[in-house]
């Protein structure tokens, strides 16, 4: 059955979307033509029933965070170990190998004692620097945030068999984390920040507008159905999405008025979880702490692509962008690990606007070697980019970002 698959199911959609449609339309005063919506049967049958019941529990449909909330940790758990290396995990990088040098000169010349840490895996990069600081008679006290179990318990692990355990602060989740706030934090995201899964956001407007409407994920017997979200069920949520703002409880709102969308169901995979993160964590910690994001290079869209930054696989990362293939992405749901290439641009405009004062950036391999006075090589092929977020300035309670979209046809890294 699997072996004669249509490949149209790419543009199959269920009677339930159909009736969200013409909800939303009716709802927005729109009128409406059909949104390109997927329909995929899963081919792990037991996730299927974990995500249908994941589904019953959140208001019958999924945001797509949720869902990836839901199948990323077993792709990246013992069902996702490579089978060369049984120790490693897939998508596991080896940043451990270029910047661990890096960051324990980083907290030396700048004399941080807080060292934190946002996904941090199996722990490969903090044991290093911890080694190497410990080498020196530098102290500091850890802390890594990794959503994944786990990974959590790797590093843990880790870092208790070579003697760290007294260096270590807390090993949690982001919603759990405590933050020493007697001194700056040097927060790390070593190729992390681009796993926080972005909304899918779209325009239920004959001729595009600003972004109204949220796609949504719903399981039924075995097969994933987008759907769009009803504003009930975003409320049921705790979100909401409404004149261009983009709620989060009582915590955030997020101005999309400047946003305008083509096309009538044109996709934005709009990184909220990204801008949501950095904003909780500039709140979290104290004055004049620094970021340094460390991720792939990824270009502003062109006027061709007018779905905006889509998902990645890990097995199709050659260093350029492509765009993933939703359908096998869906169909092959806890198999595959993806992520979200950050738009630069969007990125350096959310960090001044938590509150930095200076954001610089410089190729990733390059910025490695200028802290340890490593001479790089000429016309090195960067493809990672180490974004340096300093002097922390504005820690007042944040509530609405404004986000400007970012410009069409424009690259801003050479």
């Given at each position: 059955?699997?072996?004669?698959?249509?490949?149209?199911?790419?543009?199959?959609y269920t009677m339930d979307n159909k009736d969200n449609t013409a909800e939303l339309a009716v709802e927005n005063n729109t009128y409406t033509r059909e949104p390109n919506l997927i329909t995929v049967p899963i081919e792990n049958t037991d996730l299927a029933k974990v995500l249908e019941l994941e589904c019953a529990a959140k208001g019958e449909i999924l945001t797509f965070?949720?869902?990836?909330?839901?199948?990323?940790?077993?792709?990246?758990?013992f069902q996702g170990l490579s089978n060369d290396e049984r120790t490693s995990f897939r998508g596991k990088t080896d940043i451990h190998t270029?910047?661990?040098?890096?960051?324990?000169?980083?907290?030396i010349?700048?004399?941080?004692?807080?060292?934190?840490?946002?996904?941090?895996?199996?722990?490969?990069?903090?044991?290093?620097?911890?080694?190497?600081?410990?080498?020196?008679?530098?102290?500091?006290?850890?802390?890594?945030?990794?959503?994944?179990?786990?990974?959590?318990?790797?590093?843990?692990?880790?870092?208790?068999?070579?003697?760290?355990?007294?260096?270590?602060n807390q090993i949690t989740t982001l919603d759990n984390l405590k933050v020493d706030t007697t001194s700056p934090v040097l927060v790390v995201f070593p190729f992390s920040l681009d796993s926080v899964t972005p909304s899918i956001l779209t325009t239920s407007k004959i001729y595009g507008g600003m972004p109204d409407t949220e796609i949504g994920i719903t399981v039924k017997n075995g097969y994933l159905i987008e759907q769009l979200i009803l504003p009930n069920q975003l409320k049921f949520k705790n979100r909401g999405l409404e004149n261009g703002i983009y709620t989060v409880g009582d915590k955030w709102e997020l101005d999309l008025s400047s946003w305008d969308v083509s096309h009538q169901w044109d996709r934005v995979y709009f990184p909220s979880g990204m801008i949501e993160t950095l904003a909780t964590l500039s709140q979290l910690v104290p004055l004049n702490s620094e970021f340094i994001i460390i991720d792939e290079k990824a270009f502003n869209p062109t006027g061709r692509s007018r779905v905006i930054l889509p998902p990645r696989t890990i097995n199709t990362f050659i260093g350029t962008s492509i765009d993933?293939?939703?359908?096998?992405?869906?169909?092959?749901?806890?198999?595959?690990?993806?992520?979200?290439?950050?738009?630069?641009?969007?990125?350096?405009?959310?960090?001044?606007?938590?509150?930095f004062s200076k954001v610089s950036y410089n190729g990733e391999i390059s910025a490695a070697?200028?802290?340890?006075?490593?001479?790089?090589?000429?016309?090195?092929?960067?493809?990672?980019?180490?974004?340096?977020?300093?002097n922390l300035i504005k820690n007042q309670k944040l509530r609405r970002i404004s986000i400007q979209p970012p410009k069409i046809d424009s690259i801003i890294i050479d």
């Open positions: 059955m699997y072996n004669n698959y249509d490949r149209k199911i790419r543009s199959h965070p949720e869902y990836a909330s839901v199948v990323i940790p077993i792709a990246y758990g270029r910047w661990s040098t890096a960051l324990a000169q980083y907290c010349d700048k004399n941080y004692q807080q060292l934190l840490e946002f996904g941090c895996g199996d722990g490969s990069l903090v044991e290093n620097t911890l080694s190497i600081l410990s080498s020196k008679k530098y102290k500091i006290k850890y802390t890594g945030i990794e959503s994944i179990l786990p990974l959590r318990q790797q590093t843990e692990t880790r870092l208790k068999k070579a003697g760290f355990e007294a260096d270590v993933c293939d939703l359908v096998d992405l869906y169909q092959q749901s806890g198999n595959t690990v993806f992520y979200h290439p950050l738009c630069n641009e969007l990125l350096h405009q959310n960090l001044f606007d938590i509150g070697n200028n802290l340890t006075f490593h001479h790089s090589e000429k016309n090195i092929n960067e493809t990672c980019l180490a974004t340096f977020a300093q």
